[in-house]
């Protein structure tokens, strides 16, 4: 896996101060997409485990609330288990919540195993492409209306989307 970019601390992508990972490689091609370069599956550095562990090392600082995975698209991080590593790694190593952004719907992701297994490590999922004629810069933590903020666990307990009302 390829990274885009790490940002140490990060308030735009959830709520506080996070620690984000934005990956390489995306095959939606969103219209307006703010992130065009990091679409490439080379583009950026090459995921290590050094790389890991520093990154292991920033959410473990004690102002950072949790990690954001976006990118690029996480969810086509699907050819090794780098990143269900990396996120088996933060559950059983820093115990922060997860957030990750996906052009994939919830009602997609579930129907594929592996992207499936990905989301089941990670407590909130922002769901779908980033559609131009529906985009809302009032919006928090998404770009599009059409986009939902969802909680992972309790949509997977009611194999249903239960969208995360409060996300202070």
């Not at 970019?5 to 703010?34: E, M, W």
């Not at 990154?55 to 600082?61: G, N, P, Y």
């Not at 052009?103 to 579930?110: A, D, L, N």
Request: charge should be neutral; charged fraction near 25%; hydrophobic fraction near 35%.
């Amino acid at each position: 896996m390829y990274y885009a970019q790490i940002r140490k601390y990060d308030t735009a992508n959830g709520p506080g101060i996070r620690s984000s990972l934005f990956v390489s490689g995306c095959t939606h091609r969103c219209l307006g997409c703010f992130n065009r370069e990091f679409m490439k599956f080379n583009y950026g550095n090459l995921w290590t485990k050094e790389v890991e562990d520093e990154f292991i090392k920033m959410v473990l600082d004690s102002h950072v609330k949790g990690v954001t995975i976006l990118g690029g698209e996480p969810l086509d991080q699907i050819e090794d288990d780098t990143l269900l590593n990396l996120l088996t790694r933060i559950n059983s190593e820093v115990g922060k919540n997860i957030w990750l952004y996906s052009g994939y719907t919830f009602e997609q992701i579930m129907v594929h195993e592996k992207r499936k297994k990905i989301i089941s490590f990670c407590d909130v999922l922002v769901d779908g492409l980033f559609i131009q004629a529906e985009k809302d810069l009032k919006l928090r933590f998404r770009g599009s209306r059409n986009q939902r903020i969802i909680d992972v666990q309790k949509s997977i307990t009611a194999n249903s989307v239960q969208l995360l009302e409060n996300f202070e």
